[in-house]
């Protein structure tokens, strides 16, 4: 059955991929989707950045999809990201997550190669030639070197019924509107923390924002927030996340993210996978200032 669209909004945290012992630790990646579903996230984005899919396998990240679909049991949206460089492990990555009860697919545009507009159309047409499923583009130029232009959103919008939305992780917040005014209805989610509440403002759908792994209840309310035209509600919670906002980036995602999460006592270990490594001490101090600040600790106790 083909999922509802309408079901493609708040916020949808990109979970981590924890590690133990340099495997996958698929029981503790079921407790942080229960955390999710605790803390009033609307879904959760599997396989995304934050996840660390390049460092995957494919047969790990399918074994992701399972564990997130089994541990959602249907209460949140789930929605995989199946993009990879290569044409063949995309379209194995999408067949599979379509199977195993995907709600939605986030496709990221090939990294590296740096494609023309024109390949870019026909490789997301030739990835969804079999599918039906709501599917979205994962803007993230900043990792993949390619942008997606106007153009190639409305050609992909009349080729494929189920183009439903972009993820945009990008500074460019008069696309999100030039995309929002050509085609109502589309579907923008804020992937790039800075732009949570304006993006919202302007029309988007929600959030998928890696500090969700934190505090999934703050970025819910946000989303509910302008769902309810409270936009000062929407300013205040905006504020109050900006400096954690920023510490995300102050190294290469997830580093911090992981790094904050054991600390708030949601992950055992900030484990990576090379050449991933794990925050430095001097980052340490530095994270450790911020969640002090963002009264973060305070609230740690309700996972």
Not at 37 to 49: F, K, Q, R
Not at 145 to 170: D, W
Request: charged share 20%.
């Amino acid at each position: 059955m083909k999922a509802d669209p309408a079901r493609l909004k708040g916020s949808i945290p990109p979970l981590i991929t924890p590690f133990r012992d340099a495997e996958v630790d698929y029981e503790t990646y079921a407790r942080l989707v229960e955390f999710q579903v605790a803390n009033g996230s609307h879904g959760i984005l599997v396989n995304g950045t934050t996840a660390e899919p390049s460092t995957l396998t494919v047969a790990e990240r399918n074994r992701i999809v399972d564990a997130a679909v089994n541990a959602a049991a249907g209460r949140i949206v789930v929605v995989v990201n199946t993009g990879s460089q290569s044409l063949a492990e995309t379209v194995q990555l999408t067949d599979y997550a379509v199977r195993a009860g995907a709600d939605a697919l986030l496709i990221v545009t090939p990294y590296y190669i740096k494609p023309p507009q024109r390949g870019l159309v026909r490789y997301y047409l030739e990835v969804m030639r079999s599918h039906d499923l709501p599917w979205m583009i994962y803007h993230i130029p900043g990792r993949t070197a390619i942008s997606v232009t106007l153009e190639t959103v409305l050609e992909l919008a009349r080729e494929s019924p189920s183009f439903v939305g972009m993820k945009h992780a990008v500074n460019d917040l008069g696309f999100v509107s030039e995309c929002l005014g050509a085609l109502p209805g589309f579907r923008i989610f804020a992937g790039l923390e800075e732009l949570s509440f304006p993006v919202l403002a302007v029309g988007g759908a929600g959030l998928m924002n890696a500090v969700g792994n934190l505090h999934p209840r703050i970025l819910a309310r946000m989303c509910e927030a302008t769902w309810n035209n409270d936009l000062q509600e929407g300013r205040m919670l905006h504020q109050r996340l900006l400096e954690i906002n920023k510490a995300v980036f102050f190294d290469t995602n997830p580093i911090p993210i992981k790094y904050m999460m054991k600390k708030l006592g949601l992950l055992e270990t900030n484990e990576h996978r090379l050449p991933m490594v794990p925050a430095t001490p001097e980052l340490e101090r530095r994270l450790d200032e911020v969640l002090e600040r963002s009264g973060l600790f305070q609230t740690a106790d309700a996972h």
